[in-house]
Each structure stands twice: as C-alpha cells, then as structure tokens.
C-alpha cells in the first residue's frame, strides 16, 4: 500500500459513498471523535468498553477493532481493556464479546484469503 489509511480517512471515504444510513453514521463516529477530546487509541478502547457493556454483534467489533488498529491499537490494548472491564460488566459479557470479536477476525481472514477485503483494509 503506497499510503497508510487513518480511521478518519477510513470514515471519510466510506461517507462519499451513496449510502444515507452509513453516511450518517460515519458523521456522527466523526463528530463523536472530535467532540471527546480523546486521543485516538483512548477513544476506541472506550469505544471496545461500551461495545462490551452493550453485548454488540460481531459487526459492531469488526468496523471498531478495525480503526482501532489503524489508530495504533495492539491486541494487548484490546486485552487489557477486557480484562479492566470484566468487573464492572460481568465475566459472561466478556467471554461472550471475545468470541464475537473472534469471530469477525475469522470473517477479515476468511475475506482476505479469498481476496474479497477491500485494498484500504489491507493496510
């Protein structure tokens, strides 16, 4: 890849596209960055905590963790926040978000092997 993606370029090319919903959505992940203050890995580990505390669905993991990692984020970051919110939401929401988080890795490896990512997931 001859230049290295960021979320928020992630984001804003996904929001030229001709979809209203994920437009949408794209804009408020963009103003919900800004709006928070947050340095880029902090915001996504809270972003992983409330996806967590909320028992979201493979596909929630799949785009966070995703510019989660473009942003720098190690799978030890990504641990550790599990391990940190264990207390607070419970040992079976997090045993339960390991394996969806799991699973979206398998579907990224599965999609890469057949050569069916997108060139600016590839990075």
Do not use: C, H, W
Request: charged share 15%.
């Amino acid at each position: 890849m001859t230049s290295q993606t960021t979320p928020e370029s992630t984001l804003g090319s996904i929001a030229q596209g001709e979809a209203p919903v994920l437009e949408r959505l794209v804009a408020m992940n963009l103003d919900s960055l800004e709006n928070s203050g947050l340095d880029l890995k902090t915001y996504f580990l809270a972003r992983l905590a409330a996806l967590v505390a909320m028992d979201a669905a493979p596909v929630s993991y799949l785009m966070n963790l995703g510019l989660a990692a473009d942003a720098g984020v190690t799978v030890e970051e990504v641990q550790g926040t599990l391990i940190a919110i264990a207390p607070v939401v419970g040992s079976a929401r997090v045993a339960s978000a390991s394996g969806k988080i799991l699973r979206a890795a398998f579907g990224v490896a599965v999609a890469e092997a057949e050569g069916t990512v997108p060139e600016q997931r590839k990075a």
